[in-house]
């Protein structure tokens, strides 16, 4: 299966710093079939970026880029909002992966 | 707004069957996947499986041996059965659907215990 390796494992950032998280594959994903999440204490995840594509009402402030084995997710104009954890996920080889997430506090 | 509504037992016992519904409402169900998610505290986010009313399913190996996940189309409905569930097993479980997983239940806990 694929393996995705996420960085930095947690981040303490300021408001309106930008900030790029990685996400690394073991072996190449089409880039259609690499997706972000974002996951609150209590809350359902929500979609952020997939492919080329934002998910529904997330902020241009979320940009999700990348080919092959290395994919990012930036975020600028940081908010305390976005302290979440942030999951990449693979969904184009069965089984499909997540990686272990990063988390990212706002302060 | 195609929206999800997810229930079951969330209070097993080792080796007992874990049973989880999933209802789709205000789209179609049959032209998409649909999935299972669980979060677990030792394995983070876990694709479980999924489901397509043409298709059939797809099923992660790690849980195949145990593993049923059906579509009931005449309802809108898809289902989870985990059979010989263990305290590996307890987390919160997700219904979504699938593909850039834009649309989510509401979670359901699971606690396996004696």
């Known amino acids: 299966e694929i393996v995705l390796t996420q960085s930095p494992g947690t981040l303490s950032l300021s408001p309106g710093q930008t900030v790029t998280l990685s996400c690394r594959a073991s072996q190449p994903v089409g880039s259609s079939y690499l997706a972000w999440y974002q996951i609150k204490p209590g809350q359902v995840p929500r979609l952020l970026f997939y492919g080329a594509s934002r998910g529904a009402n997330v902020p241009d402030r979320f940009t999700g880029s990348g080919s092959g084995t290395d994919f990012t997710l930036t975020i600028d104009r940081l908010e305390p909002e976005d302290s979440a954890k942030y999951y990449c996920e693979q969904f184009g080889i069965s089984p499909y992966t997540f990686g272990q997430g990063t988390r990212l506090d706002i302060k | 707004q195609v929206q999800l509504q997810q229930w079951g037992a969330g209070l097993l016992k080792p080796s007992e069957t874990l049973s989880l519904t999933c209802a789709v409402s205000?789209?179609?169900?049959?032209?998409?996947?649909w999935s299972w998610i669980r979060q677990t505290p030792g394995k983070g986010l876990e694709w479980i499986g999924e489901?397509?009313?043409?298709?059939?399913?797809k099923y992660n190996p790690s849980l195949k041996s145990r593993l049923t996940i059906s579509a009931d189309p005449s309802k809108n409905q898809f289902s989870l059965r985990l059979t010989s569930v263990t305290a590996a097993d307890a987390g919160l479980y997700y219904c979504?659907?699938?593909?850039?997983?834009?649309?989510w239940g509401q979670g359901t806990t699971v606690t396996v215990s004696s």
């Open positions: 979504a659907r699938a593909g850039g997983m834009d649309v």
């Open positions: 205000g789209g179609s169900f049959k032209i998409y996947y």
């Open positions: 489901v397509n009313q043409s298709a059939g399913s």
